[in-house]
């Protein structure tokens, strides 16, 4: 059979590189680089190439499967739906819609089958127990925008084609292409920044590998970085360096801010973390002074307890400095499907309800993942008493897994809509596998208004649909029509709008991602009332894309706020910034305790969450997953590279193999997310082979940032020691474990 060559654009991150697939005997020959793609230019990293490892994984899931006691057997997709969906509305009838939760992870937002009819599902079960991977992540990102400019998805990012000066905080793009920034090929475009003389500055507590071509790095210890923040604006403030530009015709409370921020000196911020007050204050001037220049902020800032403390900082740092809005500063992407001004946004709203147990608030509808364990096994009228996960491993990728497993274990019913039978899914009752990536068409709906620059580009599917198989929006259109049959969610409304109700819910289930991406492509910015008149057939028949310019200015029209203005400033930031106040005095206090150590996570640029281990391109090689340690702190504990240690923190204890690096900041340990794949159960022979340990067996749910409710995964207290018997504690999780329902 002659070789075929096919376009289409990865969806396993968010950097959405274009590729070029070879395809022949209906097997892929190789997969390349698109060189005419619009936004990657055709760079591709080893996780494009290992779509074809995921295409054809022996362990993935193409069946329903449903667990009978320990055994798991296949069974058809009417039995499986029919009888999900009876489970389902047993237990909401039971006890309420609120008993039956919903968790979507990180692969979620990567499928636009989940993104456009996940509704279809929930809507029917009117559940406020509902859950993502958004809280482990960007939650302070989102939330921020929704405060100051109205609407959870106005995310600025480095327009870096034109920038002269970036500063950035805890982000490894040259690992990621970019988080809440997509930029593929990053490395290229930072020469080309640095050929006309622009800068970037990393702050990290970790050399990584964007630390090896930034021009400057400087270790910060974790926790510390909104003190290091708040001083770069109470500089700029002290010294008048404040210049807004047109900024301040719709900026509310800066001078207020300016007043609030000036309690936090250079001086203070140094005594934490680590950083020189001169060179705070360096840092503060050259940001000023730079003709287009940008702060950004990632994980390492978002996962800590002052993540949206952090994250204000950074915005109003682009705004006092003019760079908001500007070219070569932090700019807004106009997708050609804006979900932003589009029909059915959803600008976000905070604390509209709280979590039953902890009180933690709610955003955008959903809770704290860190909540889910406790909601489960805290009896009491909403316990939550079924659980529905879509594309998510929580037990690896949120605080404290074992205690969950154990919550798992305790559920009446869980079904997973999932490829894999993981750590998290191996405890539901049914998995309902969708088709593999390859094998459905794809349009990227959130990424676009993350990018650098402005494209669209449809992906057809690269193989047909097997026979037996159901994409994820028919499986959610297929339980969600059940659903409603047996719930009858609008019953008791007036007559009207009960009709309006059940005609948005028929149309929602027949309507495709291809018919809803079509409409809002023709009612967007580049559709029917401009001239390129954008539809789904013009990007058919554009197989690389198709380029719709540069970061152009946005404000003050795409605000969401009321009168189009930014605000600065509301009571919940104001009372954190008195709060931040007193705890970083007894930080400067405190001297850090015996022994202690700050653990951090890491990203490899191959290796994204949980689900990817199973891959063999891509755990090949050197191992990845150890414990990297500074060669000073193992010689003060009197330890050895290479060595199996035991590393320990307030909800549990791991084994580790530990790596000396003099990369890694006096005082901290880094281990890297989403690995421990030894658990019993899990159907993923190639990750067992390099199983790790989970660092969230470690990582702990009471840590929170305390404004948004995001876990604070980085900057927490722990220690290490030569690894010894297990404690007693650690056993009796262990053995729970073993009598769970996996």
Not at 62 to 88: F, M, N, S, Y
Not at 121 to 142: E, I, M, N, W
Not at 395 to 414: C, D, I, K, Y
């Amino acid at each position: 059979m002659t070789e075929q060559i096919h376009y289409g654009a990865c969806n396993l991150c968010e950097a959405i590189c274009g590729l070029e697939f070879h395809v022949g005997d209906g097997r892929i020959k190789a997969i390349r680089g698109d060189q005419r793609d619009p936004l990657s230019r055709g760079h591709i990293c080893p996780k494009a190439v290992a779509l074809q490892d995921l295409h054809e994984d022996p362990d993935r899931l193409r069946r329903p499967q449903k667990r009978v006691g320990g055994q798991w057997h296949e069974v058809g997709w009417d039995e499986a739906l029919d009888e999900v969906a009876d489970r389902l509305a047993a237990v909401a009838r039971a006890h309420g819609g609120n008993a039956v939760a919903g968790y979507l992870g990180n692969p979620s937002v990567h499928n636009w089958g989940i993104m456009t009819h996940s509704g279809a599902l929930f809507g029917p079960l009117k559940t406020r127990s509902r859950y993502s991977a958004t809280s482990v992540d960007q939650l302070p990102h989102q939330l921020v925008s929704y405060w100051l400019y109205g609407h959870q998805l106005l995310v600025a990012v480095p327009d870096i084609d034109r920038s002269q000066f970036i500063l950035m905080l805890g982000a490894n793009p040259m690992a990621s292409n970019g988080s809440l920034w997509t930029v593929p090929d990053f490395r290229k475009r930072l020469k080309a920044m640095q050929a006309r003389g622009g800068k970037l500055v990393l702050i990290d507590p970790r050399r990584t590998e964007t630390a090896e071509v930034a021009d400057e790095h400087h270790f910060i210890r974790p926790g510390a970085d909104a003190a290091l923040l708040l001083a770069l604006l109470q500089l700029l403030f002290a010294e008048q360096r404040v210049k807004p530009g047109r900024l301040a015709d719709f900026t509310d409370g800066l001078e207020e801010a300016g007043r609030l921020v000036a309690p936090f000196t250079p001086e203070r911020a140094a005594a934490v973390s680590g950083i020189a007050a001169d060179d705070i204050r360096r840092l503060a001037r050259e940001l000023a002074a730079a003709p287009a220049g940008a702060v950004y902020g990632r994980m390492g800032v978002s996962t800590q307890a002052h993540g949206t403390l952090c994250q204000w900082a950074i915005v109003m740092l682009n705004i006092v400095t003019g760079n908001l809005d500007r070219e070569g500063g932090m700019m807004f992407a106009h997708p050609a499907m804006d979900l932003i001004k589009g029909p059915g946004s959803k600008p976000g709203h905070y604390d509209a309800w709280r979590s039953r147990v902890r009180g933690l608030p709610e955003f955008g509808g959903e809770l704290p993942v860190a909540a889910l364990a406790e909601e489960i096994l805290t009896p009491g009228a909403g316990q939550i008493r079924a659980l529905l996960t879509i594309a998510g491993n929580p037990v690896l990728s949120t605080p404290n897994g074992r205690r969950l497993e154990q919550a798992l274990g305790t559920l009446e019913f869980m079904v997973a809509i999932d490829c894999y039978r993981n750590e998290t899914t191996r405890f539901a009752d049914f998995i309902l596998p969708p088709t593999g990536s390859l094998e459905h068409d794809h349009y990227d709906l959130i990424f676009h208004h993350f990018a650098m620059r402005n494209t669209a580009k449809y992906s057809p599917p690269l193989f047909p649909k097997p026979p037996g198989t159901l994409h994820d929006w028919e499986i959610f259109a297929a339980l969600g029509r059940r659903l409603r049959q047996r719930l009858r969610p609008h019953a008791g409304k007036p007559l009207l709008r009960r009709w309006q109700a059940q005609l948005r819910d028929a149309l929602l289930a027949r309507l495709t991602p291809q018919r809803l991406l079509d409409q809002a492509l023709r009612r967007g910015p580049y559709g029917k009332r401009s001239p390129l008149r954008l539809s789904l057939n013009k990007l058919r028949a554009a197989p690389h894309g198709i380029d719709l310019g540069p970061l152009r200015a946005a404000l003050p029209r795409r605000l969401h706020t009321k009168g189009r203005r930014i605000a600065a400033l509301n009571d919940a930031l104001r009372a954190e910034l008195r709060r931040y106040d007193g705890a970083l005095a007894e930080q400067q206090a405190r001297a850090p305790r015996e022994g202690e150590l700050w653990l951090i996570g890491r990203r490899h640029v191959r290796s994204n969450n949980s689900w990817m281990h199973n891959a063999q391109r891509l755990v090949k090689g050197k191992p990845r997953h150890q414990l990297f340690m500074h060669p000073d702190d193992l010689a003060g504990r009197g330890l050895a590279d290479g060595q199996t240690v035991r590393i320990a923190s307030r909800v549990g204890e791991l084994d580790v193999e530990v790596q000396a690096t003099p990369d890694i900041m006096r005082g901290v340990v880094s281990l890297p997310h989403g690995w421990g794949h030894a658990r019993p159960g899990v159907q993923a022979r190639i990750a067992r082979e390099h199983a790790g340990q989970s660092v969230n067996d470690l990582t702990d749910e009471r840590e929170l940032d305390r404004l948004s409710g995001n876990a604070a995964l980085n900057g927490l207290s722990v220690r290490v020691a030569a690894a010894g018997p297990s404690r007693a504690a650690h056993d009796e999780v262990a053995n729970n474990e073993q009598g769970a329902r996996a």
